[in-house]
């Protein structure tokens, strides 16, 4: 273990900044909320994932990357999920499969690691329904209309968290009226399905889970009833985690979930989140293989290197330029191990220096650590007089930057290999269906249309007709 640094993070819960004492250090247990899997991840959803894969390595770090499990669940039932994939005529199924596994291609090209375990909510509807069976047995949810709500009057504590005024969680509340709810701030844990709509049988009849509900079963299921950290864009502390809280104190009769809350500040757009209510987002599967950005496709790392120039707590600005200054970094960075002749993964034995450490160990402080790498990068530069001394100080740099998930690629080839541009696959398949519809219809000067623009983006379009059903189909490829 390198790394004997008392570990401090700002607990959103005490709202201090505390030392981490883990509840078993053989076993240090994360949870972030991961991704609802409707449409592609966009670069503010990229920001909690990178913050808390620098955590997770900091944590392996410390405990030894054998002592800590990360869990980041996949969100696959919701009704932006059955809402696109009717827009778009395809299985619910198949929608979440084919964003999921663009997600895993985003996160794997930002360097993160990927978690110990990955749940998807519709592989633990049992547990749900047994956390809502207890908190019904505990007097703490009823059931109503095919309904199950959780009630928020009978938890003395509700929205500690948050420290939201009662007046303020009641209008939040009051958005969602409904007949059967007891008092206004009561929450769903289950509801009706019906006909179409995805559902499972359940004491309370066919229906499906909130999706508060959702990660209280999958954390207590891979990670127990009270686990040490717990993650997430501060947009979730009310009223997501809120009511994961609820849920799993009530459930389980603990006075906390986890120890630690932590929640990571947004990525903005001229002072705005960015988010896909607001149109504003920039997907990172665009921004890996498009050019529509600085007329270029940018590689992973250079996005993670430049969501690593704020503290995760303080808002960030989405700028090109930001790119632009964070490839030069590391450009330069690489140039100097590459004129070593080192690769990251050869400099494990490397000392860490004090300051980089203690930087990362005060609440996560990466551009404070990030200093540090300017530093050792400037020593580092190769010198005729003294090779070696130069070398070594190399070596601490990469050691230094794989700590946090940086210079991982090859030093020889990665200022010439340029990220491949390509279609943007999720446009393209909108735009074959769209065509496909109006074939369907017979409106072809609509399909002839979405033809021409097609093939404008290099499309190539097969049409066909299903021979079992005589449907219209249509094959695409990049021309
Ligand atoms: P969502 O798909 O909206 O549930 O978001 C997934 C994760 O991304 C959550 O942890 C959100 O808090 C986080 N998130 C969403 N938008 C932003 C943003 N603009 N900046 C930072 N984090 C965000
Ligand atoms: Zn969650």
Sequence with gaps: MSVVTPLKLYNTLSREREVFAPLDPDNVRLYVCGPTVYDLAHIGNARPLIVFDALYRLLREKYGPDHVTYVRNITDVDDKINARAAERGITIRELTEETNRVFQEDVAALNCLEPNV??????????????????????????????????????????????????????????????YKKGEMDFVLWKPSKEGEPGWDSPWGRGRPGWHIECSAMSHKHLGE??????????????????????????????????????????????????????????????????????????????????????????????????????????????????HGLKAADTAQAPLRAAFVEALCDDLNIPR??????ALASKAEPRDSDSQTTKAEAEKLARAASLLGLLQDDPTTW??????????????????????????ARNFSESDRLRDVLAEMGVKLKDGKDKATGEPTTEWEVA
Excluded at 145 to 153: E, K
Excluded at 369 to 374: D, G, Q, S, T, V
């Design 415 to 440: 200022a010439q290999r340029a990220p491949e541009v390509d279609v943007d696959v999720t446009e393209v398949e909108k735009l074959v269906a769209e065509r496909l519809a109006a074939r369907k």
């Design 226 to 339: 009270v686990f040490d950290i717990h993650g997430g864009g501060i947009d979730l502390v009310f009223p997501h985690h809120e009511n994961e809280i609820a849920q799993t104190r009530c459930a389980f009769g603990h006075d906390v979930m986890a120890k630690v809350w932590m929640h990571n500040g947004f990525l903005q757009v001229e002072g705005e989140k960015m988010s896909k209510s607001l149109g504003n987002f920039i997907t990172i599967h665009e921004l890996l293989h498009t050019d529509k950005f600085g007329g270029k496709a940018w590689k992973g790392e250079v996005l993670r290197l430049a969501m690593m120039r704020s503290h995760y707590r303080q808002p960030i600005d989405w700028t090109v330029k930001a790119l632009e200054e964070a490839e030069k970094t590391l450009s330069r960075w690489y140039g100097v191990l590459r004129a």
């Design 118 to 179: 990955q749940p998807r909510a519709t592989e633990h509807i049992a547990e749900m329904i047994a956390i809502i069976e207890q908190l019904i047995a505990k007097g703490h949810a009823y059931a109503a209309d095919g309904h199950v709500l959780f009630d928020v009057p009978s938890m003395p504590d509700y929205g500690a968290l948050s420290r939201r005024p009662l007046e303020d969680m009641i209008a939040g509340a009051r958005v969602d009226v409904a007949p």
């Design 369 to 374: 650590a990030m200093a540090e790498l300017h």
